[in-house]
């Protein structure tokens, strides 16, 4: 099962067809692209400009609040994985191969802008890496 929906995600859904917009039209208008306001408004999008994209967003559409934050990576873990992929010299369209995923997605993880428990368990047993992605407390 996937993770609930938010509110503010649906409020901001109902809005686009209520104002009988496109998420194309939504994005054009705030000035970023499609891919990121669908990301941001799905809970998938955790780069620092999230609540900057949100209120945009809200703005054009009326709709208040702000989405949740997403669990990432910690940087310690990022950095980690970046080094075993040096180390092993693996570089990240060769481990998408290995472990059957998406380059995108995967870059992602790597990266910090997103949480995926089955890339990351992956990317752990492929570069043996020990340390946990989101250390506890930072639930």
Do not use: H
């Amino acid at each position: 099962m996937g993770k609930e929906t938010s509110q503010w995600s649906k409020d901001v859904r109902k809005a686009v067809i209520d104002k009988d917009m496109t998420l194309k039209q939504l994005a054009e208008i705030i000035g970023y692209s499609v891919t990121t306001v669908s990301s941001v408004i799905n809970g998938r999008y955790s780069n620092a400009s999230y609540q900057a994209i949100a209120e945009k967003i809200n703005g054009v559409l009326g709709t208040g609040g702000v989405p949740e934050r997403i669990d990432t990576p910690s940087d310690e873990w990022c950095q980690c994985v970046k080094i075993e992929l040096v180390k092993k010299k693996v570089n990240i369209n060769q481990l998408a191969k290995k472990l059957n995923v998406s380059r995108d997605r995967l870059s992602l993880v790597i990266n910090g802008k997103m949480m995926n428990k089955g890339i990351v368990d992956a990317v752990n047993s492929f570069l043996n890496i020990n340390i946990p992605a989101v250390p506890s407390g930072d639930n």
